[in-house]
């Protein structure tokens, strides 16, 4: 992966952050894309010297301008890790249109936002590495999450279809499933929620950030080539296939 160029979305804390590390470990020129957090995105910036880009997934324009941009100070994209995500968690029967509207800008249409704004260019080249997190709960549906499971697993079908169109000119396209994994969406969910499902999960902890980071480097790298339209799940065996 030395010198390839690499976009993190949501690049700057959580799980993001623990990819861009990574990726940066493994050789790559890797920018980080944050939303709403500068503080964060500052302070990751001074200690990893990772650059950081401020731009909202949800939003076609930005997409395109915040690509444009890293293209020009780093150079053309070879792996799109659309990382970013949020949930607003609720039954249905209570659930806002602002809140499913919401999660699936963010965590669905961003993967088309993103997606356009790189793949003419790595189609030019004949070479690229899309990854995209998913969710356990895309696979297995979750209480109050059906805007987010609906965009979670919108994923799968999304992956396997540009993987389709993409197979014969060097891209690989997958998806990462992640299961519970130590971060601040996890903490905020209800102590006595969490702890029920933390007694599912076979390994009997939550995973961190670094373990999914190791999954999407696996696929992230040269020697990935004939893994595609994948889904790599990485859940401490909550959810076997
Ligand atoms: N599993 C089993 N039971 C659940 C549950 C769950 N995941 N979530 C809620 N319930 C149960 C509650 O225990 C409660 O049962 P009792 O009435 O018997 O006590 C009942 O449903 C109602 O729950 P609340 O009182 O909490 O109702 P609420 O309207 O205030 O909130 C909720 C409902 C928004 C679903 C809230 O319970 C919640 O946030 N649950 C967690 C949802 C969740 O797991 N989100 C995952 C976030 S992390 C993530 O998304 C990352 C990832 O990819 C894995």
Redesign the pocket.
């Known amino acids: 992966m030395k010198n390839r160029i690499a976009i993190v979305t949501g690049g700057t804390r959580g799980i993001g952050r623990a990819i861009a590390i990574d990726l940066k470990k493994a050789g790559c020129k890797v920018a980080a894309s944050y939303h709403g957090n500068d503080e964060a995105a500052q302070a990751f910036k001074k200690e990893t010297g990772i650059a950081v880009y401020k731009f909202d997934v949800a939003n076609f324009n930005e997409c395109q301008e915040g690509v444009a941009k890293v293209e020009a100070e780093i150079g053309p994209v070879d792996i799109l890790v659309n990382n970013a995500?949020i949930?607003r968690?609720?039954?249905l029967h209570?659930m806002t249109e602002d809140n499913w509207d919401g999660v699936i800008d963010t965590n669905l249409k961003s993967l088309f936002n993103m997606c356009r704004a790189v793949i003419e260019g790595m189609r030019a080249r004949s070479y690229g590495r899309i990854i995209t997190i998913?969710?356990?709960?895309?696979q297995l549906g979750?209480?109050?999450?059906t805007n987010?499971s609906a965009a979670?697993a919108g994923v799968f079908g999304f992956t396997k279809s540009l993987a389709r169109e993409c197979a014969n000119k060097g891209i690989t396209v997958n998806a990462v499933a992640?299961?519970?994994?130590e971060?601040d969406?996890?903490k905020?969910?209800?102590e006595?929620?969490?702890k029920?499902?933390i007694a599912q999960i076979p390994v009997g902890r939550l995973g961190s950030p670094a373990e999914i980071a190791r999954a999407v480097c696996f696929l992230a790298a040269d020697e990935a080539g004939f893994i595609t339209g994948e889904t790599l799940s990485v859940n401490g065996g909550q959810h076997m296939e």
Do not use: C, H, R, W
């Open positions: 995500g949930t968690d609720g039954f209570k998913s969710s356990i709960n895309g979750q209480f109050g999450q987010y979670k992640p299961g519970y994994i971060t969406m996890v905020a969910v209800p006595e929620v969490l029920k499902i």
